[in-house]
């Protein structure tokens, strides 16, 4: 099993252009996650989706959209970059909810806005 | 809402020295997880709890949930160069689909 995978590893836009992360897992997990990590902050979870079909909005939804046709595939979308939007990001999944399940993390995509 | 403090932020520790990191939530957990995330890496899964009191090693690696559910430890006894990275506490309520993680405690150790 190839885990939590995420494409590309490092990416840098200028300000206003758009991009797609892209996050599949081979787990068959139905849970997953999108967070960015900040240095110093930790991470602040964005949208979350509790399977195919459904997705919600994390801590920090604003600048970012995403979908889920798949129980593998979960990507982030990002419209107008910001350079507040210069992050690490992190996609991760689950078999439960959160609570209770242990999350597997991808690599991370390193985003830089200018 | 939910917050969870961890503390300290940075721990700079000779080898074999002890270190430790606290994590306090503002409201009672349902569980506490904790990973470690090495430089340049990405969150790796240590263990949860759940129950009150809870009281879990790993090697090297001691894990304690409080009696309220409301606070945790994590416990390293005489550090290793391997032990560096950055320590993240995260939590949930009853009613959470989502971990609310501590900012994380970035340990050094040096030989």
């Known amino acids: 099993n190839a885990g939590v995978t995420q494409t590309p590893k490092f990416r840098i836009l200028k300000i206003g252009q758009s991009m797609t992360l892209q996050c599949a897992q081979d787990?068959?997990?139905?849970?997953m996650y999108w967070y960015r990590q900040d240095p110093g902050m930790g991470l602040k979870l964005i949208y979350y989706?509790?399977?195919?079909?459904?997705?919600d909005k994390g801590e920090v939804p604003n600048g970012y959209n995403v979908s889920r046709s798949t129980t593998e595939d979960f990507p982030l979308r990002l419209e107008l970059a910001a350079p507040s939007q210069t992050s690490v990001y992190f996609c991760?999944?689950?078999?439960?909810?959160?609570?209770?399940?242990?999350?597997?993390f991808g690599p991370g995509t390193r985003l830089t806005v200018l | 809402g939910q917050q969870v403090m961890q503390i300290p932020q940075y721990q700079h520790v000779q080898e074999g020295e002890d270190f430790t990191t606290y994590c306090n939530s503002s409201t009672t957990l349902s569980n506490i997880q904790w990973y470690k995330q090495r430089p340049g890496g990405h969150p790796v899964f240590l263990i949860q709890l759940v129950k009150s009191g809870e009281v879990k090693k790993q090697k090297r690696l001691t894990f304690q949930f409080g009696e309220a559910k409301k606070n945790s430890s994590l416990h390293i006894t005489a550090t290793q160069t391997t032990d560096v990275g950055t320590y993240f506490c995260?939590?949930?309520?009853?009613?959470?689909?989502?971990?609310?993680f501590g900012k994380g405690t970035s340990l050094l150790v040096t030989p």
């Open positions: 995260a939590g949930s309520s009853n009613s959470g689909y989502a971990l609310n």
């Open positions: 989706s509790v399977g195919a079909g459904i997705t």
């Open positions: 991760a999944s689950s078999l439960g909810q959160a609570s209770g399940n242990e999350q597997f």
């Open positions: 787990m068959n997990h139905n849970y």
